[in-house]
């Protein structure tokens, strides 16, 4: 297994974004994804689709707003794409001769996507569901009355492509489905060159777990924390049994694993504490919402059981990988990741980023030298965080110290102005409490932001 004591362990690993798809288009590209305007998550067109996300949002003093017109000229979510234009790390690895995969989550438009950017074989996560709802060894945990569990719920089906072929169901638990399937990539390109792009789907929302594994945990009376603890038993199985199978071919010492999250925990699925000790939930930038796990293992060159503090972010890992892969990175794209590796091993005498940037319409923010400034539309707010002495973000300096706000501002300011115009519009706005989770009722006094998307 990935054990703690045989990884490298970076302590401030930062996702791309609060949200799925441009953390993965980050991770993919080496870019910051406003760069080329994969900005927003894609999302389904329908407006009675989106209707149906927000008809429940409200809360006192709280309302999402939608724009039905600019949500009715949205193309299918298959179309909102990552553009062709973009070189991904698979692209770049191919022509380097090695063998390209991808397994699970994509996100990034078309299911021929992942093949158009370089992935010689795609199993594509063609639905959202691990099992059917009614299948005898599921146990699902759905919370009533919210209306992002209850849109996943209503269109979710059980289901996969292969290679863009027509969809079929899986072969069990979708978990334990990607790593059979990932164990087999390994296998069967043992003895050359690969690059396998395992996207796993948990532990997102269905929260579904098999009945084997949720037994396990009896000691938990929480019906939905235990579908949750249930589901990270299947992802850390998943790595152990790729780790086991790495060593059992003798190809351990020689292949580098990152193990990465695309965004901090949803407070939507109402478990508390999923983050702790940091403040917020995915689709924020507040620590939880962005700051995930992230470590590494190579033992021919990482030293195992090591630690890294300075932030890291998902736009290394393009450079990183094609780096240790011996791979020939465009000379002519602007990117804005570092090969962490001479960094981790004391080679580097800078750290891999002084500043670091967030952007997802109004929502904004800037990490310099261990400030952080987050900055919302709605509400027209501004939080500055000392992070070297509060890491949790739980004083707000951004009255006491306006010439840093300042500062910031420009660092945003100039990042800004560097970047693309969105793909496509925004057309909602959500609130989210920072605090409490998606199951708590909003308080006067209560911190939020609106999530634009």
Same mark, same amino acid.
């Given at each position: 297994? *990935? ?89 770049? *690895? ?33 639905? $959202? ?15 009533? #009355? ?27 638990? *979708? ?44 000691? $938990?009376?929480?019906?939905? @924390? ?13 790595? #152990?049994?790729?780790?086991?199978? $790495?060593?059992?071919?003798? $190809? ?73 892969? #011996? ?12 090969? @962490? ?25 800037? *990490? ?28 707000? @300096? ?24 969105? @793909? ?30």
């Amino acid at each position: 297994m *990935l054990l703690l004591n045989k990884v490298l362990r970076f302590d401030n690993g930062y996702a791309a974004n609060a949200i799925c798809a441009p953390s993965r288009a980050s991770i993919l590209t080496g870019r910051y994804s406003t760069r080329f305007g994969f900005e927003f998550t894609p999302v389904f067109s329908t407006v009675a689709t989106i209707a149906q996300w927000t008809q429940d949002i409200e809360q006192p003093a709280l309302l999402a707003t939608i724009d039905h017109e600019m949500a009715e000229s949205l193309p299918p979510m298959q179309e909102l794409v990552l553009p062709d234009s973009e070189i991904t790390i698979a692209e770049v *690895l191919k022509e380097a001769g090695y063998y390209t995969a991808h397994i699970g989550k994509w996100h990034l438009g078309a299911a021929d996507g992942p093949q158009n950017q370089g992935f010689d074989d795609s199993l594509y996560m063609n639905g $959202l569901s691990y099992l059917p709802p009614d299948h005898p060894d599921v146990v699902n945990a759905k919370r009533e #009355g919210d209306v992002i569990e209850e849109m996943v719920w209503a269109v979710a089906t059980y289901e996969s492509q292969f290679n863009n072929s027509q969809s079929f169901q899986p072969d069990g638990y *979708l978990t334990d489905y990607y790593t059979n399937e990932a164990v087999k990539v390994i296998e069967k390109n043992q003895h050359q060159p690969f690059f396998l792009y395992l996207a796993h789907w948990g532990i997102h929302n269905p929260l579904q777990a098999t009945r084997a594994d949720y037994d396990k945990f009896s000691q $938990l009376e929480d019906h939905t @924390l235990r579908v949750y603890a249930s589901m990270i038993h299947s992802l850390d199985r998943s790595v #152990g049994m790729i780790t086991d199978k $790495l060593e059992a071919l003798g $190809l351990s010492d020689n292949t580098l694993i990152i193990f990465t999250s695309d965004n901090g925990g949803a407070g939507y699925i109402g478990l508390p504490d999923i983050n702790k000790p940091y403040r917020g939930w995915k689709l924020t930038h507040f620590e939880g919402g962005t700051h995930v796990p992230f470590m590494a293992k190579w033992p021919q060159k990482i030293e195992p059981n090591s630690r890294f503090t300075d932030p890291v972010h998902h736009i290394d890992l393009f450079h990183t990988i094609a780096a240790a892969a #011996g791979a020939t990175t465009p000379d002519n794209v602007k990117y804005d990741g570092v090969d @962490l590796i001479p960094h981790v091993r004391g080679e580097a005498s800078s750290k891999p980023h002084e500043t670091l940037f967030w952007r997802e319409g109004h929502h904004q923010s800037v *990490l310099h030298n261990g400030w952080k400034l987050i900055r919302a539309g709605r509400p027209d707010k501004r939080w500055l965080f000392n992070l070297a002495v509060d890491p949790t973000e739980q004083h707000n @300096l951004a009255q006491s110290e306006p010439e840093t706000v300042r500062k910031l501002e420009a660092l945003l300011a100039a990042h800004n102005a560097e970047q693309a115009d969105p @793909l496509w519009p925004s057309f909602l706005n959500s609130p989210q409490l920072i605090d409490k989770h998606g199951g708590q009722e909003y308080e006067d006094g209560d911190e939020y932001i609106y999530w634009p998307n």
